[in-house]
């Protein structure tokens, strides 16, 4: 079995997975024309997700990353930033 890639940080603050980090146990990578996003990233009231900040990549729709395999991240590990959960490991192949 392959290993999920983690999550390092995420500053995209009003994600309501983020409580001092990424709580969400999978993440998806996606975005458009303007680059990869957070796929999961949701504004809400609450606070969701496991009990501690040790988010993991599951999927990769960027086709054209360097780091995507099979629709995986294949990176040691993503940093997630600015207010639209941009992933900022994201490189164009």
Do not use: W
């Amino acid at each position: 079995m392959a290993t999920m890639t983690a999550i390092t940080s995420c500053a995209a603050t009003t994600c309501a997975y983020n409580k001092g980090g990424c709580s969400a146990e999978a993440v998806t990578i996606a975005g458009d024309s303007n680059g990869a996003s957070c796929g999961t990233f949701v504004e809400l009231d609450v606070r969701g997700g496991l009990p501690v900040a040790e988010g993991h990549v599951g999927a990769c729709q960027r086709l054209e990353c360097a780091h995507n395999k099979d629709l995986m991240c294949t990176a040691e590990a993503i940093t997630v930033g600015g207010d639209t959960a941009n992933c900022l490991s994201y490189t164009a192949s």
